[in-house]
């Protein structure tokens, strides 16, 4: 599978600066987490590697091929992409939506077996089977985040882009998803990258961590070389500490550092 790469992405939007020239080499076969404060432009970023969003300057690219050119069916075969909290305005089961996953894939024909087998594989995935009939707009928060990502998942693209997955997620389900995650990536070899807040939890779940502010890298490598007391006191403006418990590293908050 090919490199996700991002070559000097700036973007301003409203008059702000969004993206200040991002580049970044992803790699498939790796859990990468974006994580950074409100407004260091994480959705933007992942937006713009989609090819959702048009940068003024800079490019992302699918090995040698521009995002932005590449025919949008087989890009969507290719970037599986789910949006932090989409609105769900139509009364429709959750198979129904999670089959609309293979649009990119489906002919004049309608669904093949090919695509009935795709959405049964993400449905299992996500532990939807028993929502299978369930309107979609009565579900909760979580499952339908749980639902959503069965979407971009029943699509089988070799980049799965997920900004917040795991907010609104139970402990069980939060459990889960790292592993689905971890387990598309290591054992699949898709490239998978996140968007999240939760720090402890992108250390845990991702072997690459790259940190953003005010829309630009300023760390990116391994979680304990990325996510340091130093650069979560430079960022978020915190002092914090790290410690070893029985799932891995923890970040904890001491408590907020004067402003100024």
């Not at 940068?55 to 995002?67: C, F, K, M, T, W």
């Not at 985040?145 to 997920?162: D, K």
Request: net charge negative; with cysteine; glycine share 12%.
């Amino acid at each position: 599978m090919s490199v996700l790469t991002a070559e000097g992405l700036s973007l301003n939007l409203g008059g702000a600066r969004i993206l200040d020239g991002v580049d970044l080499v992803l790699r498939p076969g790796e859990v990468t987490a974006v994580v950074g404060p409100n407004g260091a432009g994480k959705s933007t970023l992942l937006a713009c590697l989609a090819g959702l969003l048009r940068p003024d300057s800079g490019q992302a690219r699918l090995g040698s091929e521009a995002v932005l050119a590449m025919p949008a069916r087989r890009r969507a075969q290719q970037i599986g992409f789910l949006p932090q909290a989409p609105e769900i305005a139509w009364a429709v089961d959750v198979e129904t939506l999670v089959g609309l996953g293979r649009t990119p894939f489906t002919g004049f024909g309608g669904a093949s077996d090919v695509d009935k087998a795709a959405v049964a594989r993400a449905m299992a995935a996500a532990e939807l089977e028993p929502l299978a009939g369930r309107i979609v707009t009565t579900l909760s928060g979580g499952e339908r985040g749980r639902v959503l990502l069965a979407r971009a998942l029943a699509g089988e693209p070799a980049w799965l882009l997920a900004d917040e997955p795991m907010a609104g997620l139970d402990p069980a389900h939060l459990i889960d998803a790292a592993e689905l995650f971890r387990a598309l990536a290591h054992e699949q070899g898709k490239g998978v990258v996140l968007t999240l807040h939760d720090l402890t939890l992108a250390m845990r779940v991702a072997e690459r961590v790259v940190v953003l502010s005010k829309g630009a890298v300023v760390a990116d490598g391994p979680p304990l070389e990325a996510v340091t007391p130093d650069i979560l006191a430079r960022v978020y403006g915190v002092d914090a500490r790290l410690s070893q418990g029985e799932g891995g590293t923890m970040v904890e908050l001491v408590g907020r550092r004067p402003k100024g």
